[in-house]
């Protein structure tokens, strides 16, 4: 199996009546705006899957219901539109920079399969002066001001920078580990241990391309953890996570690898937690801290953990 060279984008979906019958490689072209070709070759290449088995016919039929993942080009839309509909929190506002509380289910920015609706679109309709730093080296027009993101399905708090300055200084502050992270999030079975530091290198899996994996060629990864509170029934962790690196998916990798995976994640994680939406992991940003790009000073922001995994937590301590 063949992972696809250059930056990667998910497209995950759950097949709609629409496409119930359809081939799988014309479906993929009718839902990214691919070639029957590209699509054909994303298949051979071992991107594409269905329920998490890996397709190997571009001719395989699809089913109403199942979940439909391919590893696709990075390729994004020709422009980033303003979008004025998207409802973004921001919790500061600075010259400078702007702090985001994200909820789950918001896409941070466009990419395969996720071209409208997103964060950044929202933020560019009321901040337009976002759009001059997407010229700035090492940033993109289509994820102007993007410093980190944050998955999909996890919530809380992350950074935009507004000025290419700010936008210089906060991408090196991550580089020389110096930004605070903080997460807190629920994963199966009871940690054995109180604290720990999980220590090991991450890539794109050679055996599934739309997944990451711990591997020895992979980039240093180090993710250190604390139990908040332990559960019997079942049997879960509660976790504060600090990030000591930034890979994909890092956190849910990392608590995958030591058998402890997050709750609800559909990639890495073993069973459906039917309290929380589908796809809704449970891990929420609940620190940022920084020194501001213009005066050095420690900015340190927290998010409260939102309702959806609040009320999760009440209902298994009880």
């Known amino acids: 199996m063949t992972a696809l060279e250059g930056p990667v984008e998910l497209l995950e979906v759950d097949v709609p009546e629409l496409l119930d019958s359809v081939r799988v490689d014309r479906a993929l072209a009718m839902l990214t705006g ?89 933020l560019l309709a009321r901040y337009p002066e976002l759009v001059a730093i997407g010229e700035v080296e090492g940033s993109s027009p289509l994820r102007p001001g993007v410093v980190q993101r944050l998955d999909k399905g996890t919530s809380g708090i992350l950074v935009v920078a507004r000025t290419p300055d700010a936008y210089r200084s906060l991408t090196s502050q991550l580089a020389a580990r110096t930004v605070e992270r903080l997460y807190l999030g629920l ?26 994996a711990v591997r020895t060629d992979g980039r240093p990864a180090r993710t250190a953890y604390r139990v908040l509170e332990r559960f019997h029934s079942p049997p879960r962790s509660s976790l504060e996570l600090r990030l000591e690196s930034g890979r994909t998916h890092q956190i849910r990798v990392h608590m995958a690898a030591i058998g402890r995976p997050v709750v609800n994640d559909p990639r890495y994680g073993r069973r ?46 009880a």
């Open 187 to 212: 994963v199966e079975g009871e940690m054995a241990d109180d604290n720990g530091i999980v220590d090991a290198p991450i890539g794109r899996s050679q055996r599934t391309p739309t997944k990451m």
């Open 34 to 122: 691919l070639t029957r070709k590209e699509t054909a070759d994303l298949v051979a290449a071992g991107s594409v899957e269905i329920d998490g088995a890996v397709v190997h016919k571009g001719s395989t039929p699809l089913a109403a219901g199942q979940r439909l993942v391919a590893s696709l080009p990075d390729v994004g839309p020709e422009a980033l539109l303003p979008d004025p509909a998207v409802d973004v929190r921001v919790v500061l506002e600075d010259p400078a920079f702007l702090v985001v509380d994200k909820p789950a289910g918001l896409v941070v920015h466009p990419g395969a399969g996720h071209v409208d609706g997103t964060l950044i679109a929202g």
């Open 272 to 317: 459906r937690e039917p309290a929380l939406e589908e796809g809704r992991v449970f891990l929420h940003a609940a620190v940022l801290g920084f020194d501001h790009p213009a005066s050095g000073e420690r900015v340190r922001v927290t998010s409260p953990l939102p309702p959806d995994l609040t009320a999760l937590l009440a209902s298994i301590s």
